[in-house]
C-alpha cells in the first residue's frame, strides 16, 4: 500500500470511529483502550489467517489426510494460534441477537490464554459496558476490504501509531502521559541510530521509542528481532498494556516491567545498555531521597540532589533522570532523550551534576525545540544527546542545535517537523560528525525527486487545456446567446473578465511553452545523472536556480486564471441571472469548473514536487556552502567545553547559536503563512462549534 492510500486508510478509519465516539457518551480515554484492543485482534486475526495458509501449504499428508493444525506450528512461525471464537470474522460475522461485547471479551481473554507470558492481563476486556450497537458499528470499521487483506503487518503497526496519535490529541490519558509526539521520536532515533543492542526506555509509555528504533534497523536493510532487544520500565498500568499491545502489533517482543523507575532500579541494565530513549515525566517532585542511597546510577551523592527541607523530598526530578539515562549506558554507549527546556540552564545541585556531565566529554548534542509540539502542553523542550563513544579528539565539543523556528503547522495548538525539516537537521548532524557522503547522498536524494518531477511537468499543465478549453466555449456561447434585454453594463463588464480570462490564458500558453522547452534544453545539457561532490552539486544548484522564479510566475498565472474563470461564471450567474437563459448548461459547467480544479491543484502539485525539494538544497547549499560543518548564526554552534564552563555550563544553544536576522519571505513561504493562519482560523472554528454544542446540551439539561 503507497504511502498517500494508507494516509487516506488512517484518516477515513479515524473519522469513522471517532464519529461513533461522537454519538456516544463516551469521552476519549474510555474509548481508546477498546479500539486499540480491536485494531489488535483485527491484525492477529489477518496474522493467523497468513501463516495458516503457509504452514497448511507443507503438512504432511497420510493415507490423503493432512494433520490437524496445531498451536505449536503457529508458534514456531512466530505467530499466535487463534481460537475461531478469538477470530475477527468470527466476531464479524456474530449474529445480531448475540452478546458482541461478550463475544469480545471472550475473544481477548483466549488469545492471552495462548500466549500468557507476552499478553497475559494486557488486552482490554470492557467491551460489554459498551453499547452493543456502538460495538457493531466499530467492529464494522476495522473489518473493511483495506484491513482484511493486506499482507504487510507494519500496516496495522502505522495505524495503530496513527490512533495512538489521535487519542493523544483528542486527551485520552491526558495525552503526554504515553506518548512522545513522532517528530521528536525520529529525530531521536536519527540522532542516535540504535540500530543494534539493547534498547532501554525507563519511561517506556506506549512503547513508541522502540517502534521507531525497529522501523530504523529495518530502513538499514536488518530484521529488528535479530538485532535488537528491547527494555522498558512503566509506572502505569494502563501503560504497560499500551506498551505491549504496540509491540505484538509491530510482530515486536520485548520485556516491559511496570514500576517505578525512580525507586525499582534495574539493575543488571545500568553500565550494560547499548541505547538509552526516553521522554520522562517533567518536574516531578516529592521523590523520596532515603531509597536513592547507593544508587548506582547516580553521578552525585544523595545529600547533593536538592532535597526540599520542607517536604524532606528531592523537588525537581529532572536531574534524576538525566543521571539514569547516563547510568544505564555502557562505554560505548549513546542516550537521547526528551527534557524539560528549564533543564538546560537549571542552577544549584543541578548545575554540578551538568557541569559532571559536560566535563565527563559524553554531552554530544544539545536541541532546542520550539512550542506546541507535545499535544497537552505548549511549554517548549529540549533533547539531550549522551555519546560514550565518540572518538578522544571530539570528546571537548558539543553540537548546540536551536530548531526553535524549524516546524510545520498542524494545528491551531500542534506543531511538528516535516519529513525534509528533520532530514536536514539530521545532515546537520552527519556534517558534524563529518559524515559528509551522508549530507552529499540527501543532497542527491533532493536533486532527484526535483529533476523527476521538473521532467514530468508537461504533462499535469497539459491536463489544464481541455476544461480551460470548454469552459472558454461556454463563456462564449453565453455571449452569443444573451437575451437583448440583458443588463448592458453587467454584460460589458461579463466580456471585459472573458477578455482578460482570454489574455491569461494565452500568457498561461506562452510561459508554459517557453518554459518546458527551456527545461527541455537544461536537461540535454546536464543530464539527470546527479553529481557527487559538493561543488559540481552547488554549480548544478546555481544552474536550476533561474527556473525557480519562472515556475513561481506560471504558478501564479494558473491561478489567475482559475480566479477569472470562477469570476466571470459568478458574474454571469449573479449580474445576468443567467441560469434562466437558454444557452447555460449548468451541469456541464459545474462538470468543467470541478476538472479545471482538480487540473489546477494537480499542476500546482506538480510544480511544487519541483520546488519544494529543490528548496532543501537551497537551504542546506546556502548554510553549508563547502559541505562541511560550520556554525551558522541562529541555528548551530560546536561549542568546547571551555566555552560551557564560560556560560556557568549552560546547555541552552540559544546562548551560544546567538539570533540570526529575518531572512525575506518568498512567495511560497508567504503561501505557507496563510496556510497557517488559515489552520488556526478552522481549528478556532471548529472549537466554536464544539463549545456552543456543548452550552446547548448543557442547557437542555438544566430545562429539563
Given at each position: 500500500m503507497e504511502r498517500d492510500e494508507l494516509k487516506r486508510l488512517e484518516d477515513s478509519l479515524w473519522e469513522a470511529a471517532d464519529r461513533l465516539?461522537?454519538?456516544?457518551?463516551?469521552?476519549?480515554?474510555?474509548?481508546s483502550m477498546p479500539v486499540l484492543g480491536l485494531i489488535f485482534l483485527r491484525h492477529a486475526t489477518n496474522r493467523f489467517d497468513r501463516v495458516r495458509e503457509q504452514i497448511e501449504a507443507r503438512l504432511p499428508r497420510r493415507g490423503g489426510k493432512t494433520r490437524p493444525i496445531t498451536a505449536a506450528d503457529f508458534a514456531s512461525e512466530g505467530s499466535i494460534f487463534?481460537?475461531?471464537?478469538?477470530?475477527?470474522?468470527?466476531?464479524?460475522?456474530?449474529p445480531e441477537d448475540q452478546d458482541i461485547g461478550k463475544a469480545i471479551k471472550e475473544a481477548m481473554e483466549a488469545v492471552e490464554a495462548q500466549v500468557p507470558e507476552l499478553l497475559q492481563g494486557v488486552l482490554p476486556r470492557e467491551y460489554p459496558k459498551f453499547d452493543p450497537d456502538l460495538l457493531r458499528n466499530l467492529v464494522r470499521v476495522f473489518n473493511s476490504d483495506e484491513l482484511?487483506?493486506?499482507?504487510?503487518?507494519?500496516?496495522?503497526?502505522?495505524?495503530?501509531?496513527?490512533?495512538?496519535?489521535?487519542?493523544?490529541?483528542?486527551g485520552a490519558q491526558e495525552g503526554g502521559e504515553f506518548f512522545t509526539?513522532?517528530?521528536?521520536?525520529?529525530?531521536?532515533?536519527?540522532?542516535?541510530?540504535?540500530?543494534?543492542?539493547?534498547?532501554?526506555?525507563?519511561?517506556?509509555?506506549?512503547?513508541?521509542?522502540?517502534?521507531?528504533?525497529?522501523?530504523?534497523?529495518?530502513?538499514?536493510?536488518?530484521?529488528?528481532?535479530?538485532?535488537?532487544?528491547?527494555?522498558?520500565?512503566?509506572?502505569?498500568?494502563?501503560?504497560?498494556?499500551?506498551?505491549?499491545?504496540?509491540?505484538?502489533?509491530?510482530?515486536?517482543?520485548?520485556?516491559?516491567?511496570?514500576?517505578?523507575?525512580?525507586?525499582?532500579r534495574i539493575d543488571d541494565k545500568v553500565g550494560q545498555c547499548d541505547f538509552v530513549m526516553a521522554n520522562p515525566p517533567f518536574n516531578v517532585d516529592m521523590v523520596d531521597p532515603t531509597k536513592l542511597k547507593d544508587d548506582p546510577r547516580l553521578l552525585a551523592s544523595v545529600k547533593t540532589l536538592g532535597i526540599s527541607k520542607k517536604t524532606n523530598t528531592v523537588s525537581n526530578a529532572n536531574y534524576l533522570w538525566i543521571q539514569y539515562f547516563?547510568?544505564?549506558?555502557?562505554?560505548?554507549?549513546?542516550?537521547?532523550?526528551?527534557?524539560?527546556?528549564?533543564?538546560t540552564d537549571a542552577g544549584h545541585w543541578?548545575?554540578?551534576?551538568?557541569?559532571?556531565?559536560?566535563?565527563?566529554?559524553?554531552?554530544?548534542?544539545?536541541?532546542?525545540?520550539?512550542?506546541?509540539?507535545?499535544?497537552?502542553?505548549?511549554?517548549?523542550?529540549?533533547?539531550?544527546?549522551?555519546?560514550?563513544?565518540?572518538?578522544?579528539?571530539?570528546?571537548?565539543?558539543?553540537?548546540?542545535?536551536?530548531?526553535?523556528?524549524?516546524?510545520?503547522?498542524?494545528?491551531?495548538?500542534?506543531?511538528?517537523?516535516?519529513?525534509?525539516?528533520?532530514?536536514?537537521?539530521?545532515?546537520?548532524?552527519?556534517?558534524?560528525?563529518?559524515?559528509?557522503?551522508?549530507?552529499?547522498?540527501?543532497?542527491?536524494?533532493?536533486?532527484?525527486?526535483?529533476?523527476?518531477?521538473?521532467?514530468q511537468l508537461g504533462e499535469s499543465l497539459a491536463a489544464l487545456d481541455a476544461p480551460n478549453d470548454k469552459l472558454s466555449a461556454q463563456l462564449d456561447n453565453l455571449l452569443k446567446s444573451a437575451p437583448k434585454d440583458a443588463e448592458a453594463e453587467a454584460l460589458t463588464a461579463l466580456q471585459a473578465t472573458i477578455t482578460e480570462r482570454g489574455d491569461a490564458i494565452s500568457s498561461l500558453s506562452k510561459t508554459r511553452t517557453a518554459l518546458l522547452?527551456?527545461?527541455?534544453?537544461?536537461?540535454?545539457?546536464?543530464?539527470?545523472?546527479?553529481p557527487a561532490t559538493n561543488a559540481e552539486q552547488v554549480a548544478r544548484h546555481d544552474s536550476f536556480q533561474p527556473f525557480i522564479e519562472r515556475f513561481a510566475t506560471l504558478r501564479r498565472q494558473i491561478n489567475e486564471v482559475h480566479k477569472l474563470s470562477n469570476r466571470a461564471f459568478d458574474s454571469a450567474k449573479r449580474d445576468l441571472g443567467a441560469t434562466k437563459w437558454d444557452a447555460w448548461e449548468g451541469r456541464e459547467i459545474s462538470k468543467q469548473q470541478d476538472a479545471l480544479d482538480e487540473a489546477r491543484h494537480a499542476a500546482l502539485e506538480a510544480i511544487k514536487a519541483s520546488t519544494y525539494p529543490f528548496a532543501q538544497v537551497t537551504w542546506l547549499q546556502t548554510r553549508f556552502p563547502d559541505g562541511e560543518y560550520a556554525d551558522?548564526?541562529?541555528?548551530?554552534?560546536?561549542?568546547?567545553?571551555?566555552?560551557?564552563?564560560?556560560?556557568?555550563?549552560?546547555?541552552?544553544?540559544?546562548?551560544?547559536?546567538?539570533v540570526a536576522p529575518p531572512e525575506p519571505e518568498d512567495e511560497e513561504a508567504v503561501e505557507e503563512r496563510l496556510r497557517e493562519i488559515h489552520v488556526e482560523l478552522a481549528s478556532l472554528n471548529e472549537e466554536a462549534v464544539a463549545l456552543a454544542a456543548t452550552i446547548s446540551m448543557n442547557f437542555e439539561e438544566l430545562v429539563g
Open positions: 465516539r461522537a454519538n456516544s457518551k463516551l469521552n476519549a480515554t474510555e474509548y487463534l481460537p475461531e471464537e478469538a477470530r475477527y470474522d468470527t466476531i464479524a460475522g456474530l482484511r487483506t493486506p499482507t504487510n503487518d507494519d500496516i496495522f503497526g502505522r495505524i495503530y501509531e496513527y490512533f495512538l496519535n489521535k487519542f493523544a490529541m483528542s509526539p513522532p517528530s521528536l521520536v525520529r529525530t531521536i532515533v536519527n540522532f542516535i541510530e540504535p540500530t543494534h543492542g539493547l534498547i532501554l526506555d525507563p519511561a517506556v509509555g506506549s512503547a513508541g521509542m522502540f517502534v521507531q528504533a525497529a522501523h530504523a534497523a529495518e530502513a538499514a536493510g536488518r530484521k529488528p528481532s535479530d538485532v535488537l532487544s528491547f527494555f522498558g520500565q512503566e509506572k502505569s498500568e494502563t501503560n504497560t498494556r499500551l506498551a505491549l499491545m504496540n509491540l505484538a502489533v509491530h510482530g515486536l517482543e520485548g520485556t516491559i516491567q511496570q514500576g517505578n523507575s525512580f525507586y525499582d547516563y547510568g544505564y549506558l555502557k562505554p560505548q554507549g549513546r542516550a537521547g532523550f526528551v527534557m524539560a527546556q528549564s533543564a543541578e548545575k554540578k551534576i551538568r557541569q559532571q556531565l559536560v566535563e565527563t566529554g559524553d554531552v554530544d548534542i544539545m536541541v532546542s525545540i520550539g512550542t506546541n509540539f507535545f499535544y497537552t502542553r505548549s511549554l517548549p523542550c529540549s533533547l539531550w544527546f549522551f555519546d560514550k563513544g565518540r572518538a578522544a579528539e571530539r570528546k571537548n565539543q558539543t553540537l548546540m542545535l536551536d530548531a526553535r523556528n524549524i516546524y510545520r503547522v498542524i494545528s491551531r495548538k500542534i506543531r511538528d517537523f516535516s519529513d525534509e525539516q528533520l532530514a536536514n537537521l539530521t545532515a546537520i548532524v552527519w556534517l558534524y560528525r563529518g559524515q559528509t557522503d551522508r549530507y552529499l547522498e540527501l543532497i542527491r536524494d533532493y536533486f532527484a525527486t526535483s529533476q523527476d518531477a521538473a521532467a522547452a527551456d527545461l527541455s534544453k537544461w536537461f540535454e545539457q546536464q543530464g539527470m545523472k546527479i551558522v548564526l541562529g541555528l548551530c554552534k560546536m561549542v568546547s567545553n571551555e566555552e560551557i564552563a564560560e556560560q556557568d555550563y549552560s546547555l541552552t544553544p540559544g546562548r551560544y547559536v546567538g
